[in-house]
């Protein structure tokens, strides 16, 4: 069985403005291991892992097989300060003030009906050891299942936001990057609204983020780019589902002109575009002849 990385997957900017960072890894699985085990390993997401491998049990995965880890990532669009999350790669990105490089974490986020939202905004306040204080709407909903919550839970092995939160000067404040007292659920579609990582994402995260950084939240499931070698890339992430109906359906991919002006480039190879959008693998692949 895999044991827990304790480092955070930090990659130097790429030069010349290029957007790939990391290279892909190939893992033998062994007796005991889950896909959430071996993602846990690797700090990348369930869905990462699971979309990458979709052949693979994800709960009993063969002893011996061989599993893609799939580290090459892309860099989202815009600019290269403070906090980036995408919601549809379920990844957060930290550009290091002045360092010149990139930590990268699987994230969980809001689940259908409690979306995370899209916005540009800033840490307003950092709370080590945080109490829980559940909102109306989520003290009703788990009232409903039998589970009923306290007005505050306090800090400790209980508390679902783990030892570290960061709240975000969005809307009243509702909204928190933070940890959690359970590993199960970081790169899944899990929670009420807020953003969560590993534990030992979110204490290296809160060590170096600073109050006032800016945090730009964006929904990019599709993203494509010329290296600077000329090499041409696409990165297709399943669009995040708005209803129960859809969640497991067709979903339409976003398009625009640059997009089609993009994949249908003399040096592009179609067979190979057409599978990266049927696949949504959710990893950069190379697309040119």
Known sequence: MVSCSVWARTYPLPADN???????????????????SIANHFDIGFLALKSANPKVDPFLPTPGTKLLIPLLQMLPEGEREG??????????????????????????????????PTTTTYISQKIPHPSWTPTQHIRKEYAAQGRPLP???PAGPNNPLGDYAMRLAYGAGDYLIHGTNKDFGVGLRVSSGCMRL????IKYLFSKAKRGMRVRIINQPLQYTRQPDGKLYLEVTRPLSQTTNDQNGVVNLPSNPKLIKFITQRQVDSKKVTEALRRRAGYPVLISQ
């Open 198 to 201: 590993f534990p030992r994402d």
């Open 83 to 116: 906090i980036v999350v995408n919601l549809a790669q379920l990844r957060l990105f930290f550009f290091r003030p002045k360092a010149h490089e990139v930590d990268i974490f699987p994230i969980g986020i809001g689940r259908i009906g409690w979306n995370t």
């Open 151 to 153: 007005e505050v839970v």
């Open 18 to 36: 290029g957007r790939l960072v990391g290279h892909n890894q190939y893992y033998i699985v062994k007796k005991g291991d889950t896909l959430a």
